[in-house]
């Protein structure tokens, strides 16, 4: 006899399934060895009771948060290299000092 291929069984039993929805797992045992197929009871039911599988997203790096700088001030309230480098990417999101000093404008009139 010859051997069956790779996953023959597993595509035999998922067939039988789909020609016979409400089978249980002896009923298709038994389908199957009428067709010269013999497969196991725990075959079945890791075929019938598998979820399928999720198309998964990949994760991406976070984003940097620009609440983390203002945190980062010295003992006698001068800036630090790391302040100097938050204020210099906020400026290129910005699109350059002009709009940075626009933006505390009116950050200052809101405070009023």
Known sequence: MARMKRGAKSQAVRDYFAA???????AVVEGLA??????????????????????????????????AAARRTSANGSLS???LIEVKRLADLLGG?????QALE??????Q
């Not at 016979?20 to 002896?26: I, L, T, V, W, Y």
Request: avoid cysteine; aromatic fraction near 2%.
């Open 20 to 26: 016979n929805p409400g089978a249980g797992a002896k």
């Open 34 to 67: 009428e067709k010269g197929i013999n497969v196991k009871v725990t075959l079945v039911n890791s075929i019938k009771y598998k979820k399928p599988a999720k198309g998964g997203k990949r994760r991406g790096r976070r984003p940097m948060t620009m609440q």
């Open 81 to 83: 290299v790391e302040n």
């Open 97 to 101: 000092a002009d709009q940075v000093r």
């Open 106 to 111: 009116a950050l200052a009139q809101l405070q």
